[in-house]
């Protein structure tokens, strides 16, 4: 049977009305998705929380807050940071100096890193020493 | 001899019961919320930014295709928003804008539009687009990657990166009430299992989704897990960890259950689910890939015409050369 002419109209009017919510849906959510990433775009805090260091040898996730905050090994920022910044308030990130490439009397980056984790570790005696608990990912 | 199976058809005219694809759209959206408003509670405006653009750049990309192929307006059905809502569930709180972007074009356009609009893509448009980024944009998907910078008070290493890579005894690191409230990291959506389990029942007790499809989907994940977990202990988690962990929960009530890539008779549907439980844990225990639902379902997204070739028989008998 045949819709009526009311019938029809109010179907007609429904599929209307769910167009213009679906308008108005996706104008609000782009407006807010645009504020949202343009406000507030992503910030790196002041102190890593982890880092991810790519390697071939499997991936390490260091977690820089478990070993620098009093909670966790609790080291100080001078054990593994050798260097400071120019007005001497915050320690220099390893990657500012040590690159992928040994350059002149620079080690490169694996290489400070292998020094510098797997000494502290071996002393610790508690700490991992086998390559694939770091290199894990 | 008469069959009290038979279904009884009355004469026309018929009443319409009043449902509409909008209406279930907006249904599966409200089911979603739980598990999306822990996710934007944890991550704050990133996971609000991501969300947002997703849902209105996959509205307009439908709109976009529609205005292209000379087709009317079918934004107002509400599918597109709601694939653009699952594809932001997926993706981690970081992720840049242009992936947002790109990720909705390749669900609506490719996923969708290009086989003729809802009802005719043969795999899952959000998947689709996820699958592509994660072969594409693999550190972006990385959750341990994509995360470095938050911290909540819970172990932030995603879990099945911790047991493909430590074993069974990562486990133990985690805590399964935990797990189910929303203490892990993952996608923006996918975390927060008693939220998806909740809005799954839902969708279940509205008739959106077949119950067959995730039950089997999640009994066979359970029990694939328990058998590789028997097999060796250290090694495999046990299969509570696989259930609450990664894309399995979205999956179960979300994903696998789409309509038009998943199948409608009774015992296809329990094959697809059963199948896509069995992949997912082959993929997570054995596969290179971290988490296997996404691939999982898109190879028996594939599978489902098949599938549902197992029907049953006509009434009748068949005459050749009539």
């Known amino acids: ?137 | 001899m008469p069959d009290e199976k038979l279904f009884i058809g009355s004469h026309a005219p018929y009443w319409h019961n009043g449902s509409s694809i909008s209406a279930k759209s907006y249904d599966t959206m409200l089911a979603a919320l739980p598990a999306v408003v822990l996710g934007i509670s944890q991550y704050g405006a990133p996971a609000l930014g991501v969300l947002a653009l997703s849902v209105s750049c996959a509205m307009i990309w439908e709109l976009i295709m529609n205005v292209a192929m000379k087709r009317p307006a079918s934004i107002g059905d509400g599918n597109a928003a709601v694939i653009g809502l699952l594809f932001a569930m997926l993706m981690p709180a970081t992720a840049p804008w242009w992936a947002v972007v790109v990720g909705t074009f390749v669900a609506v356009v490719i996923g969708k539009q290009i086989f003729g609009g809802i009802g005719c893509n043969p795999l899952n448009p959000a998947l689709v687009a996820i699958a592509i980024l994660m072969l594409s944009w693999e550190s972006m998907m990385d959750f341990n990657d994509a995360l470095v910078n938050y911290d909540f008070g819970f172990n932030m290493i995603y879990p099945l990166a911790a047991i493909k890579s430590f074993g069974a005894s990562a486990v133990s690191d985690y805590n399964t009430v935990g797990l189910l409230m929303g203490q892990q990291p993952g996608g923006i959506g996918t975390t927060f299992g008693l939220g998806l389990i909740i809005g799954g029942l839902y969708l279940i007790l509205r008739g959106h989704i077949r119950w067959e499809i995730s039950l089997s989907f999640l009994a066979s994940v359970f029990v694939t897990a328990l058998l590789f977990n028997l097999s060796d202990p250290d090694k495999y988690a046990n299969p509570v960890f696989h259930l609450l962990t990664g894309y399995t929960l979205i999956g179960a009530f979300f994903l696998a259950t789409e309509d038009s890539s998943s199948p409608v008779n009774f015992f296809p549907m329990l094959l697809y689910g059963a199948f896509a439980g069995i992949l997912t844990v082959l993929i997570r225990n054995i596969g290179a890939f971290v988490d296997g639902v996404v691939f999982a379902i898109l190879m028996m997204n594939v599978a489902n015409p098949l599938l549902d070739k197992i029907r049953p028989k006509a009434m009748g008998k068949g005459i050749k050369h009539a």
């Open chain 1, 1 to 137: 049977m045949d819709l009526t002419l009311d019938q029809r109209r109010e179907t007609n009017m429904e599929l209307k009305t769910e167009k213009t919510v679906a308008y108005c849906l996706a104008a609000i959510l782009l407006v807010v998705g645009v504020v949202c990433y343009a406000a507030f775009p992503q910030k790196k805090p002041e102190d890593p929380i982890r880092i991810m260091l790519k390697s071939a040898g499997g991936t390490v996730l260091f977690d820089h807050k478990e070993h620098a905050s009093e909670d966790g090994y609790g080291l100080d920022c001078t054990e593994c940071h050798h260097m400071w910044e120019n007005d001497g308030t915050k320690p220099e990130a390893c990657t500012e100096c040590h690159t992928a490439e040994a350059e002149d009397d620079m080690p490169k980056l694996s290489d400070a890193f292998h020094k510098q984790c797997i000494s502290c570790h071996e002393d610790d005696g508690t700490a991992p020493v086998e390559c694939s608990v770091c290199h894990a990912f």
